[in-house]
């Protein structure tokens, strides 16, 4: 709608809503229809059970209400444009005059036959992609003033004055969790795909879909465990994971995998691998064709990939001291003792990656020289700019949390899913809800979703000291973080560094990773992939996908520093073979998994892999 509340004309395109197009919205056996609509409440009513049973026998229990700190925060949004009536009426004003203009031209449409353009300032949204949200008046209407309320409703957030920037990031974040919600996409008679589904089968749909919301909600013992892929068609080792490879160490913490040679001659230096632990490390290996981990074994490089313990209550003390220790450090004797090396070259993504980051420093005051060059996939050192999860971070949340873990020991692995997914949840959320409960349909097979459905337990030590002192307190860019009973400084690391960010991160944002890059003692490369934090990361070259960029010295800002880069299209990771390659190219001839020091103690991909949560 512009300004002056008038619609354009959409060319003379018919919109009316004529009796064929009628029929498809009609109950064409009442009978039977009703009958469905009482299975489907049958199955809501699993559903329902399943969901409180649980919480009845003790065996849920969460102590943070984020309905409570929702209405905390958007209270204070309301308090500023409630305190003046002028300030009250111009936001009411704007709302409504939008409001009429829609009304307007609904009537004009109804009257006329004629269909209208959406204005230019009309948000493209793929929820709203069938026709009829734009050629039935009553559909065009629900989606017209449900976009117009969302983006009222997100202003009002933006030009809040006089809030702290923390406050008003988690007011829009949860402004934006609402207007997902309760889109008209998101419900059956407000869904004119959905609704004509719905008759066309007599409800049919509907009652799949409660039987598979009951079935979501058991497999999540109380909680909603939303499928996102069909899970029967993946199997570790046989289809994802399948890189060959064995076993040859294991701690409390974490089993170390060393994976078979392809060539007969291999780079000197062995490559570790620290993934995140909280997710699982077969993203770098989901198959042949992606894999990330085949395509370094292909290149000659003798792969160790630190393969994280599911943890379980007995773990709860576990910190990050014990994760250097018992994981990244375990994992360089255990390749000392497979290869006879001592130097290596290692990677560390996402969380791994800021793991692996404090070990260097730490290491670097124990003047420790084993790790001679670092890469780091999508790592933020520097939380300043961390994106939208801190928005989840904050000393009353903090601390709610470790209330949470303490009854249990962890955090669970669908917490950390359920964040991640509602960072997007017009994307990751809610369309496989539309699909899943509303539809009746099964997901399709994807291996990523697949993985990211695989989620892993944290332990409330390492959580805790993680939230603190990273995300709430920035204490490792500082110089602050303690490891060990001393102070650590990223400046003490001066081997050789390759950054990588992903130009549409939205967990480890591209700026937050190029300034953390900044306070290194050493030599930094940075390079930008184009996608997200995992397809900016999983790019093989072969797919000729996305492109990436690079450029001189890490200085100033991102911005800045892309004014002059270079871009290159495909996969970064030749270009990142060539800097490993610079670092050291001397080859010596393949291993075999263990070595004459090491007897296997299982094949790849292990067994803490296969611990579901």
């Known amino acids: 709608m512009g300004s002056d509340g008038h619609y354009s004309r959409a060319g003379g395109e018919s919109a009316a809503f004529d009796a064929k197009a009628m029929e498809a919205y009609l109950v064409k056996d009442p009978q039977a229809m009703a009958l469905n609509l009482a299975r489907a409440v049958e199955n809501f009513g699993k559903a329902a059970t399943e969901w409180i049973g649980p919480r009845e026998r003790g065996e849920v229990i969460d102590p943070i209400d984020p309905v409570a700190e929702m209405v905390k925060t958007l209270s204070k949004v309301i308090e500023y444009w409630m305190s003046e009536p002028q300030r009250t009426l111009d936001a009411q004003s704007l709302l409504l005059s939008s409001y009429m203009g829609i009304w307007m031209n609904t009537l004009q449409r109804i009257a006329t036959g004629e269909a209208a353009a ?40 933006e030009n809040a004055d006089g809030l702290d920037e923390h406050t008003q990031k988690k007011a829009l974040f949860y402004v934006k969790q609402l207007t997902a919600a309760i889109s008209p996409a998101n419900f059956a008679l407000t869904n004119p795909e959905v609704f004509r589904q719905t008759v066309a089968s007599n409800g049919a749909n509907l009652v799949q879909g409660m039987r598979i919301l009951a079935e979501d909600v058991a497999a999540g013992r109380g909680e909603l465990r939303l499928r996102q892929t069909d899970q029967s068609k993946f199997r570790l080792g046989e289809n994802v994971a399948i890189t060959p490879g064995k076993v040859v160490a294991r701690s409390e913490i974490c089993e170390i995998i060393q994976y078979q040679a392809s060539t007969e001659t291999v780079l000197k230096r062995p490559l570790l691998i620290v993934p995140p632990w909280i997710n699982k490390f077969y993203i770098l290996d989901l198959g042949p064709e992606k894999s990330f981990i085949k395509w370094c074994v292909d290149q000659g490089h003798t792969v160790f990939v630190v393969s994280w313990v599911n943890p379980e209550e007995r773990h709860a003390r576990l910190a990050w001291e014990d994760y250097i220790r018992d994981g990244i450090d375990f994992g360089l004797k255990t390749i000392e003792d497979a290869t006879g090396e001592k130097e ?8 791994g990656g800021t793991l692996l980051a404090a070990a260097l420093a730490q290491h670097a005051k124990a003047r420790n020289r084993r790790i001679r060059s670092v890469t780091f996939f999508t790592t933020q050192v520097d939380f300043t700019h961390a994106g939208e999860l801190k928005v989840f971070v904050d000393n009353e949340q903090i601390e709610a949390l470790e209330q949470q873990m303490n009854t249990t020991g962890y955090l669970a692995g669908s917490k950390m899913a359920a964040a991640f997914n509602m960072l997007r949840a017009s994307e990751l959320i809610w369309p496989y809800v539309v699909s899943n409960y509303l ?15 695989d989620s892993t337990r944290m332990t409330a030590a390492n959580h805790a ?40 991160d939205h967990i480890a944002p591209a700026r937050s990773v190029f300034l953390g890059c900044q306070f290194f003692g050493g030599d930094v490369t940075f390079v930008l992939s184009g996608s997200g934090h995992i397809a ?3 790019n093989p070259p072969a797919k000729h996908k996305y492109q990436y960029w690079t450029n001189g010295p890490v200085e100033g800002s991102l911005d800045h520093w892309m004014q002059t880069a270079t871009e290159t299209a495909g996969s970064w990771w030749p270009h990142w073979q060539q800097w490993i390659e610079k670092q050291s190219d001397k080859r010596v001839t393949a291993r075999v998994p263990g070595g004459s020091k090491l007897q296997p103690l299982c094949d790849a991909p292990g067994t803490y892999v296969r611990v579901r949560s």
């Open 118 to 157: 959406d204005p230019d300032d009309m948000p493209k949204d793929k929820r709203f992609s069938d026709e009829d949200w734009r050629k039935n008046p009553f559909f065009s209407l629900m989606r017209q003033i449900y976009q117009v309320t969302a983006t009222w409703a997100e202003k009002l957030v």
């Open 344 to 351: 290596v070259n290692a990677i560390g993504y996402c969380v």
């Open 439 to 453: 539809k009746g349909q099964e997901p399709t097979a994807f291996d990523l979703l697949y993985w990211n459905s």
């Open 465 to 504: 000291f993680y939230l603190r002192n990273c995300y709430l307190e920035n204490r490792l860019s500082k110089g602050e973080m303690v490891l060990g009973g001393k102070k650590i400084t990223l400046g003490d690391v001066k081997i050789p560094v390759y950054s990588l960010a992903a130009k549409e």
């Open 536 to 538: 900016g990361v999983v």
